[in-house]
T-cell receptor, first 115, second 111 residues
């Protein structure tokens, strides 16, 4: 298996533009998580899905952020409009039957810079 | 709610030194405990785990024992290498399938 695949690896965009981050989880995994990592705040859980259904989006910072999972093999995180304070590394992770026995498998992340 | 507390960093050691990174947790019920490692420019990788009290997780020379009486899961390695330089995260999961992470600690190993 190729692991969790995220694209793009790096994204530089201007303030006010729409940004879409993409994630392909490991085949057969039924949970998908989106995290944001910054020096100031560490790792923050933004939203997670179970069987393509959003379960908890309480970590989504504001209405500018949205996430979808149209099928078991694809998810997107969209920021519209983007702001400089959104600059961070965004990680996607997936797991099988939750984290209790197997933990998560993380992607390599998307480094977003908003100028 | 669930929480994980890691010792403050960063930590700098010489090669072949003994490593201990402290981790304590607060959780209801019986969480599973994890250590993740993040190498520069990469995502987090599962290093080891323990799913019940007194379990010992081990991998790549690292060990951690699930201590319910002290609510701890300290990470240890007898002899660190330069290649162990990374950020280490302690984490737990409870009944809701979410991982709760500590803040992470940066380890630098000098040759």
């Amino acid at each position: 298996d190729a692991g969790v695949i995220q694209s793009p690896r790096h994204e530089v965009t201007e303030m006010g533009q729409e940004v879409t981050l993409r994630c392909k989880p490991i085949s057969g995994h039924d949970y998908l998580f989106w995290y944001r990592q910054t020096m100031m705040r560490g790792l923050e859980l933004l939203i997670y899905f179970n069987n393509n259904v959003p379960i908890d989006d309480s970590g989504m910072p504001e209405d500018r952020f949205s996430a979808k999972m149209p099928n078991a093999s694809f998810s997107t995180l969209k920021i519209q409009p983007s702001e400089p304070r959104d600059s961070a590394v965004y990680f996607c992770a997936s797991s099988f039957r939750g984290a209790a026995n197997y933990g998560y498998t993380f992607g390599s992340g998307t480094r977003l810079t908003v100028v | 709610g669930d929480s994980v507390t890691q010792m403050e960093g960063p930590v700098t050691l010489s090669e072949e030194a003994f490593l201990t990174i402290n981790c304590t947790y607060t959780a209801t019920g019986y969480p599973s405990l994890f250590w993740y490692v993040q190498y520069p420019g990469e995502g987090l990788q599962l290093l080891l785990k323990a799913t019940k009290a007194d379990d010992k997780g081990s991998n790549k020379g690292f060990e951690a024992t699930y201590r319910k009486e002290t609510t701890s899961f300290h990470l240890e390695k007898g002899s660190v290498q330069v290649s162990d330089s990374a950020v280490y995260f302690c984490a737990l999961t409870g009944a809701n399938s979410k991982l709760t992470f500590g803040k992470g600690i940066t380890l630098s190993v000098r040759p």
